[in-house]
């Protein structure tokens, strides 16, 4: 059995997301979205995995299954309410899990913006909204000047090129449209925000490395398609890549590759292997990826925020990790600085339009009692983390 080891100190994690585990955010764009008439979305976000109330449970869990961090976000929307009103409770709840982690010896890495959006500011045309960068680096000054001080790793906004693109392209997340115009105009008012909260951030209490999380897909040039691959990949990733200059560190999510021809995205050839989200299974996909981002950003410090599957298949899942593992210890091995894996995802959780039904989790959550369940995967990474080393299956 081939064994890799990780350099020491490379730091083993997993990811949730607000409004995808804590439950009754009733009061941000996409609970709009999900009860909206006629909406695309499955079902609703209801109670989450209730991680609201669960949240201890979840840390112990983390830690003793052998992992090193954590990576989730602050909900906007239960931190500023209204605009210019701040939820001194909500703040202390976060500060909370914060001191949770460092308690359990996990490092916190804080995503400032996972998708979801306060009312108030979607009502006023979301990132749209001439005023919406601004609102969002206030929002970040006001919770690092709560939290700074216990924050391990900060990313400023979770995949914003997704928020665009499926926002205003594909029209699977709020708002819903279909315009290349508004989606590049969203495009830009990312960017910015982005760089606004950064510079927010950094100007706070604690001292701790602050990126992007940006979505990354291996976009595969076949039979001619490169000029077209190009351009699509210059408004899904290069824009973003450029804005994260100065940054401290990228974060890296990648999921899977997409083959591109001249006339556009090409459906997964027939007979390949299909994940519950409809892409393929192709876990090479994350070592392409951070090739492209050490060489497209000169050299960054980066960071996987995000990598996994959806699978109903445990079995599959460790067989993924596995492999996508062996593609970023060959990016070690060529001298790329990359310091740490987080898994997608802790739980079993809220997957937006999907609804409940992809399971992207280490740990299984009855959607009834809300009992948390580790699956066979989440032994086994949690070895991987605790060994900093990888068994693979010959
Ligand atoms: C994303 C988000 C997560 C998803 C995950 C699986 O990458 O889209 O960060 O919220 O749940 O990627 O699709």
């Known amino acids: 059995m081939p064994t890799l080891s990780f350099p020491d100190g490379f730091l083993w994690g997993t990811a949730t997301s607000s409004h995808q585990i804590e439950g009754g955010n009733v009061n941000n764009d996409w609970w709009d979205f999900e009860h909206a008439p006629g909406t695309i979305c499955k079902e609703s976000s209801g109670d989450g995995c209730d991680s609201w109330h669960r949240w201890p449970e979840d840390l112990d869990l983390l830690a003793s299954l052998g992992f090193g961090s954590y990576r989730f976000s602050l909900e906007w929307s239960r931190i500023e309410p209204a605009e210019g009103e701040w939820s001194l409770a909500a703040l202390d709840h ?79 997340f709020p708002p819903g449209v279909s315009d290349a115009g508004r989606r590049r105009a969203v495009n830009e008012s990312l960017c910015r925000a982005h760089r606004l909260a950064a510079a927010a951030i950094r100007s706070g209490p604690g001292e701790f490395p602050v990126g992007l999380a940006l979505s990354m897909t291996d976009y595969q040039a076949v039979d001619g398609g490169e000029e077209r691959r190009d351009r699509i990949r210059r408004s899904a990733e290069d824009v973003f890549l450029e804005a994260t200059a100065g940054d401290d560190f990228l974060g890296i999510q990648t999921y899977t590759r997409m083959e591109i021809g001249p006339e556009g995205m090409r459906l997964p050839a027939p007979g390949a292997r299909i994940t519950q989200m409809g892409y393929e299974n192709w876990p090479d996909a994350l070592e392409a990826c951070i090739r492209r981002a050490w060489d497209v950003t000169g050299g960054m410090p980066l960071v996987v925020t995000e990598s996994g599957i959806g699978t109903a298949d445990d079995t599959e899942r460790v067989t993924f990790v596995g492999q996508a593992l062996a593609g970023v210890r060959r990016c070690i091995d060529d001298g790329i600085d990359i310091s740490g894996f987080t898994y997608w995802s802790l739980l079993d959780n809220f997957e937006w339009t999907a609804g409940y039904v992809p399971r992207f989790g280490l740990v299984e959550v009855d959607r009834e009692t809300f009992e948390r369940t580790p699956k066979p995967s989440a032994h086994w990474l949690g070895q991987v983390a605790r060994s900093n080393r990888v068994e693979l299956p010959d």
Do not use: K, Q, S
């Open 94 to 172: 976060y500060r909370r899990i914060l001191a949770g982690c460092l308690e359990r010896g996990l490092v916190p890495n804080v995503t400032f913006n996972h998708f979801t959006l306060p009312r108030w500011l979607a009502g006023r045309g979301g990132w749209e909204a001439p005023e919406a960068p601004e609102r969002f680096a206030r929002f970040c000054e006001r919770a690092t000047g709560h939290l700074g001080d216990l924050i391990g790793r900060a990313c400023t906004i979770n995949e914003p090129n997704i928020v665009a693109l499926m926002g205003y392209l594909v029209t699977v």
